[in-house]
């Protein structure tokens, strides 16, 4: 369903151009090259993603830090089809955070499944390829990319350094959403079921579990994205 908005969001947009490409090839090169920097030095702050898992889900530690970097790798191809669809819909006057939390639903199909083995794997336990938790990813990934990108342009000075903390503020924000992400990938339980046994079980507290990982991780991957892509 979310796929199908999408794709439909983007053909209204595509209609109301004459000439005008979608995609600035050299824009759509700059994109790229960001995804790809990104995605490097989130693989090399692997472990503070691992760290998060772990203290999210209440394990001991099973595996080396860098468990699940294999399935970061394979999520490369998400980040370049989120730049790509992202430059299309700006092209069209698409808002920028509106058109960084859209472009963010075809990159989902990928990521979803293996965000879901990652886990796992950092767990160190077997899980298989399933769509669980894919709601919470979502209205984790919608609101993270466009409070990232509202704040990024809201804000003066080095673009990475605006990056970074942009990127830090949103996984701030978004962290409870995050939890039960995690917590419901690992479980395969409903998300609203998810978060009825933090309440009960662990009480407001548990919601905040793993927060200075991530934001770390973001961080420097939100510095890595905006200052390769705006220098």
Not at 176 to 184: L, S, Y
Request: charge should be positive; aromatic fraction near 6%.
């Amino acid at each position: 369903m979310l796929l199908l908005l999408f794709l439909i969001l983007l053909l209204q947009c595509a209609s109301s151009l004459d000439v005008v490409p979608l995609v600035d090839a050299e824009r759509a090169v700059a994109g790229a090259r960001a995804a790809i920097v990104r995605s490097a030095v989130r693989i090399a702050s692997h472990p503070l993603d691992t760290a998060k898992t772990r203290a999210q889900l209440g394990i001991a530690k099973k595996s080396t830090p860098f468990a699940g970097v294999g399935m970061t790798l394979a999520q490369l191809p998400a980040g370049a089809i989120m730049v790509t669809s992202f430059d299309a819909l700006r092209a069209a006057g698409v808002p920028r955070p509106i058109a960084s939390a859209v472009a963010s639903v075809p990159s989902l199909l990928i990521k979803v499944p293996l965000e879901r083995l990652k886990q796992f794997e950092q767990a160190g336990v077997r899980g298989n390829v399933r769509y669980s938790g894919g709601v919470a990813h979502a209205a984790r990934e919608f609101s993270f990319n466009a409070i990232q990108l509202g704040l990024f342009d809201a804000t003066d000075g080095s673009p990475w350094a605006r990056g970074a903390a942009a990127a830090a503020v949103a996984a701030v924000a978004t962290h409870p959403i995050d939890v039960v992400k995690t917590r419901t990938m690992a479980s395969s339980i409903t998300e609203i079921a998810c978060v009825r046994a933090i309440l009960a079980n662990e009480g407001v507290r548990a919601f905040a579990l793993g927060i200075v990982p991530r934001v770390l991780h973001s961080a420097v991957g939100g510095a890595a994205f905006f200052g390769v892509l705006d220098s």
